[in-house]
């Protein structure tokens, strides 16, 4: 399977605290994206690095890239109760030719956020 | 979500009836996708389209059939559902195929096949 794998599957913080999620992934890729998905919702579009690029930042996140180790995380800084969520890192694979823009997505970890 | 709706929202149906789903999108995006999330499995793709009438499966296409018979609406059917198939069903849109730029999802289809 190409599907990528996130961990922690779960965690937990305080308010205030950083959050930090991983996700490896098996073989080589256009770019990776994080998605954000709150319970009975769906997903909604968070960041995305180019496979070129090593890190990334928007607002309160960052993400970085690391090909080399196929790996990724994701940190959220300063983390608020309405960070609560599922977050799944999805990958667009390099397959040599048109992908048609299909994503892979992982498991997701559960983060929640405590006031 | 704005641009991409999906429809019913809810369903409940029974073994051996055949299903559709809705996605119907006013973004004008050339492709569109269906997956489905379950425990344990996070989302896997069923059926994409890159366009009017171009189809094509996806990691777990058994029991599913899209028609795609103009840009804004792609139609998933679950030919005979099962309870295998109870899940929720996402749709989702993107105006770049070649180097995505970003899935747009709708809120989902929650089905139980009973």
């Known amino acids: 399977s190409q599907q990528g794998e996130e961990d922690p599957q779960a965690l937990s913080i305080q308010e205030g605290e950083n959050a930090t999620m991983n996700c490896s992934y098996k073989t080589s890729i256009n770019n990776l994206q994080w998605y954000r998905q709150n319970s009975g919702r769906g997903l909604v579009h968070l960041i995305l690095?180019?496979?070129?690029?090593r890190e990334k930042h928007s607002g309160r996140l960052r993400v970085t890239l690391d090909t080399s180790k196929k790996s990724s995380s994701l940190l959220i800084t300063a983390s608020r109760a309405a960070d609560t969520a599922s977050y799944f890192c999805?990958?667009?694979?390099?397959?040599?030719?048109?992908?048609?823009?299909?994503?892979?997505f992982g498991q997701g970890t559960i983060l929640t956020v405590h006031p | 979500d704005a641009g991409i709706t999906q429809s019913p929202r809810h369903k409940v149906t029974e073994t051996g009836t055949p299903v559709t789903l809705r996605c119907h999108q006013t973004?004008?995006?050339?492709?569109m996708y269906w997956y489905r999330q379950d425990p344990g499995h996070g989302l896997r793709l069923i059926h994409y389209?890159?366009?009017?009438?171009?189809?094509d499966k996806g990691e777990v296409s058994d029991g599913y059939s899209v028609s795609r018979s103009k840009t804004e609406d792609f139609l998933l059917t679950l030919e005979s559902a099962t309870s295998s198939q109870t899940s929720v069903y996402f749709c989702?849109?993107?105006?770049?195929?070649?180097?995505?730029?970003?899935?747009?999802f709708g809120s989902g289809t929650r089905l139980t096949v009973v």
């Open positions: 989702a849109i993107s105006s770049q195929g070649r180097e995505n730029y970003g899935y747009t």
């Open positions: 389209s890159y366009g009017v009438k171009d189809t």
């Open positions: 973004e004008n995006h050339r492709y």
């Open positions: 999805a990958t667009s694979f390099n397959a040599g030719g048109t992908s048609y823009g299909k994503l892979t």
């Open positions: 690095i180019r496979s070129n690029e």
